[in-house]
């Protein structure tokens, strides 16, 4: 069904488009519906940063060089909080790491729901959960 919703082309480099389109596949939604939704997640602080820079615009040098100071700050505020979302999942690769070496198995070993032999539960099917 056509959208109403307006549309966008953005140009990514190669890295970026592929760690998109392998989350896209392994969270089985699509490329678009994950830019998307992170640009939706982002709006609160986009309306409020347009809104910011519409009324200084226009303003003396002195005061837009104020607003550049504190936009600067929130950047640097915003990496931060990047870095700790990454750590987050570094944090996750280490267990995940950990589980594949005690276990002897691999996600990408996985077909159809299945598991290898060696991660096996009850009836060799697939779990949300990852054993500790």
Known sequence: M??????????????TYE??????HYSQRSVGGII????QSSAPVLVQLAD???RAAGLSPEVTGNVRRHLEAAQAKLEASVKGAQSGIDEAQIDLEE???????DARQVKRGRLPAAA???GGRASARVAP
């Open 2 to 15: 056509p959208t109403v919703k307006p549309r966008v082309y953005v140009t990514l480099e190669p890295e």
């Open 19 to 24: 760690a998109i389109r392998r989350i896209a």
């Open 52 to 54: 910011t820079l519409e």
């Open 99 to 105: 589980y594949i070496q005690r276990t002897g198995s």
């Open 36 to 39: 998307g939704e992170m640009a």
């Open 120 to 122: 096996q539960g009850q």
